[in-house]
Nanobody, 127 residues
Framework: GVQLVESGGGSVQAGGSLRLSCKAS????????MGWYRQAPGNECELVYI???????YTSPSVKGRFTISQDSAKNTVYLQMNNLKPEDTAVYYC?????????????????????WGQGTQVAVSS
């Protein structure tokens, strides 16, 4: 079966950096595209970044200029490089495929609309 596994979360101070990874097995991100989503405590599920199967990208205005995506096709892994982190970036981050331009509500409920959804990785940014 297909599995998406996120890793790389942790605790950092504001201004710091983290790199999240989303590794896929049984699926090629090159063929499907993928998206990163996050849910902060008390907030709705937020679309962070999408890269489509034809390479088009979407970046949430809340992270533009700070977060970037890169891919290692050989490892079938997508990385979310997060720089200049802010306390409001504190959230559980999820990857999903194929990507959908969805935000709002609970990420757990939203995940039902996706073919594949990872288990999430926690990011905590302290001020």
């Amino acid at each position: 079966g297909v599995q998406l596994v996120e890793s790389g979360g942790g605790s950092v101070q504001a201004g710091g950096s983290l790199r999240l990874s989303c590794k896929a097995s049984g699926l090629s991100f090159h063929d499907s595209g993928m998206g990163w989503y996050r849910q902060a405590p008390g907030n709705e599920c937020e679309l962070v970044y999408i890269v489509s199967e034809d390479g088009e990208t979407y970046t949430s205005p809340s992270v533009k200029g700070r977060f970037t995506i890169s891919q290692d096709s050989a490892k079938n892994t997508v990385y979310l490089q997060m720089n200049n982190l802010k306390p409001e970036d504190t959230a559980v981050y999820y990857c999903a495929a194929p990507p959908r331009p969805r935000s709002g509500g609970s990420c757990r409920k939203t995940s039902a609309e996706f073919n594949y959804w990872g288990q999430g990785t926690q990011v905590a940014v302290s001020s």
